[in-house]
């Protein structure tokens, strides 16, 4: 059977939401809360229908993060499958939004293009997309959700929702103000200089392309997600004054060893999960209640270890369960560890 998902803003990531569900053969229904943007995705192709179907298997709120929580909770009083959301911020959001039938998330992917012209199905392929489950998230929901990620080619990593505003402010949230900056600082002195914004080379174009990225979201994220931004931005002061020292006093040597510093981190930046060679499966059995896939997928999380797949199984005799995992090899014997510390009693066999 056919899966239905129903997405509820169709611009830039709602629609390549849409593109990417139908691209891996499911059904997408849509809404948006201006009528012609619904109707220029349904004429374009990234939807089937317009509207929000009550026994949808998923729906996905694509909005503002400030419009997310009331949207969740009214698709959740509507239908009866998960919810899940792409706001970058997710504390104050899951704060709101405790259904266990609703599950954070955040894809890492974007675009400088802005509205549905944006959208393309290809989008998160390889790209993380990060989800917050809480201890109230229901463990099917939360394979639903995922199941679907994977689907749209991205991996999944879960960390805690306020762990995951304090990561994002720092690789997200504050280079997208700095790059603001740059581009605000440029543009001022170019209207002394009127050759400057012509002379600006590759790298400064790379560095501030996030900077055409639509305005209007910013205003809700730096709210939602403000003590994190301005900690960042604090630390970012902190920096510049320590490299401005070094310049303005001709510490040579001082100032190689930063830059020796970033140029390793940037070329050892990870670009991703392959495949590994070796996989291990995990047996897991787990009470059968709300809690236990948000303590196990953190914990993978923490410990860098990627789950390549995973499966839910329910037993008929009391409140038990079995949760299915497949990871790299070279990590299981960490993640057992980690997961007998826990008081969990995992089996493991190796994959052919």
């Not at 059995?285 to 914990?299: F, K, Y």
């Not at 390549?308 to 199984?313: A, H, R, Y």
Request: charge should be negative; hydrophobic fraction near 45%.
């Amino acid at each position: 059977m056919t899966k239905v998902a129903s997405v509820v803003g169709t611009g830039l990531i709602g629609g390549s939401v849409a593109l990417a569900l139908r691209r891996a053969g499911w059904t997408v229904t849509g809404t948006d809360v201006d009528p012609a943007v619904a109707d220029q995705a349904l004429e374009s192709g990234v939807i089937d229908r317009i509207g929000i179907e009550s026994d949808a298997d998923l729906t996905i709120i694509a909005a503002p993060v400030g419009q997310i929580p009331e949207l969740a909770l009214t698709a959740l009083e509507s239908g009866s499958g998960p919810v899940t959301d792409v706001g970058s911020t997710k504390a104050d959001i899951c704060a709101l939004v405790t259904s266990p039938r609703f599950v954070g998330g955040h894809p890492m992917a974007g675009s400088e293009l802005d509205g549905l012209i944006g959208a393309r199905a290809e989008m998160f392929d390889g790209a993380m997309w990060v989800l917050t489950p809480t201890t109230d998230t229901d463990e099917q929901a939360f394979a639903i959700v995922r199941a679907a990620v994977r689907a749209m080619g991205a991996e999944t990593i879960a960390l805690e929702p306020r762990v995951h505003d304090e990561l994002v402010a720092q690789v997200s949230h504050v280079p997208h103000l700095t790059a603001a900056m740059l581009m605000v600082l440029a543009d001022d002195t170019s209207v002394e200089h009127a050759a400057l914004l012509r002379l600006a080379a590759g790298g400064f174009r790379d560095m501030t392309r996030i900077s055409a990225g639509r305005p209007s979201i910013w205003p809700d994220i730096c709210e939602a997600n403000k003590t994190a931004i301005t900690t960042g931005i604090d630390r970012l002061i902190e920096a510049l004054a320590d490299v401005r020292e070094r310049v303005a006093t001709g510490d040579r040597a001082g100032l190689l060893e930063m830059l020796e510093q970033a140029q390793a981190a940037r070329i050892n930046l990870p670009t991703g999960f392959g495949r590994a060679d070796g996989l291990i499966e995990l047996k897991i059995p787990i009470p059968d209640q709300p809690g236990e896939i948000a303590v196990i997928a953190t914990l993978a999380s923490e410990l860098d270890v990627n789950i390549f797949d995973l499966e839910l199984t329910h037993s008929g005799e009391g409140r038990r369960g079995v949760m299915v995992m497949v990871v790299d090899a070279e990590m299981a014997e960490r993640f057992v560890g980690g997961l007998m510390a826990r008081g969990y009693r995992p089996r493991s066999r190796v994959l052919d």
